[in-house]
């Protein structure tokens, strides 16, 4: 499961990627079309940025599609990372009021 | 996206150092004997950055920040998963190490 959730935070550590992740999850879909249109950089641009959240298993073509092909959030996929960031930051927790408590009773 | 947590500690950031930049010092607080430390870089008394792993899993970086605070000190931690794989981690241990 780790192994999995690298590359996540991977594909989100770039701004861009984050904006189609907040898209996706704003809309449910977008197109590589659509997104050239809503930022300031190429559709190979666009293009290569779905590819890494693909990559990473973020995203995937939306079925139903024809003509122009549209992508989702792949169900489930942020679940993981989420997982980790909240049980990371929860075991953080626990370990600084034990680092406290040590060192303030010295 | 990494997680991060803060607290404020009455002592001073040299004794919050202490408990956290030595084996003994964490022997104090810290309580996961299957995972390993390995410290990447100390800036004494204010920030220490390791990187830890249990088993097979991926290492992780974690990062402290130790300031001095009206209370005494204020330490705030961030951990982070990063992405290139072990083996290559492994080599660079060993260029630090040598």
Redesign the interface.
């Known amino acids: 499961m780790s192994d999995a959730i690298g590359p996540v935070f991977a594909a989100l550590a770039d701004p861009t990627r984050r904006h189609v992740v907040e898209t996706l999850l704003r809309d449910g879909s977008t197109s590589v079309p659509a997104l050239a249109a809503a930022l300031p950089i190429t559709r190979q641009a666009v293009a290569k940025h779905l590819a890494t959240l693909g990559d990473a298993g973020l995203i995937e073509r939306a079925p139903g599609t024809t003509r122009e092909v549209h992508y989702r959030l792949r169900p489930g996929a942020l679940g993981p990372a989420n997982d980790w960031l909240h049980t990371t930051a929860a075991a953080w927790d626990d370990r600084l009021a034990r680092l406290k408590g040590a060192v303030e009773t010295r | 996206?990494p997680?991060?947590?803060?607290?404020?500690?009455?002592?001073s950031p040299e004794?919050?150092w202490?408990?956290?930049s030595t084996e003994e010092g964490r022997e104090?607080?810290?309580?996961e004997p299957e995972r390993t430390i390995h410290v990447e870089s100390e800036d004494p008394p204010h920030r220490l950055v390791w990187w830890w792993w249990t088993g097979d899993?991926?290492a992780?970086r974690v990062e402290f920040l130790v300031v001095a605070a009206p209370a005494g000190a204020r330490?705030l931690?961030t951990?982070?998963?990063?992405?290139f794989p072990l083996a290559t981690l492994a080599a660079r241990f060993a260029l630090v190490a040598a």
């Open positions: 996206m997680a991060q947590r803060e607290i404020e500690i009455e002592a004794e919050v202490d408990a956290l104090r607080w810290l309580d899993e991926p992780s330490v931690v951990e982070t998963l990063p992405t």
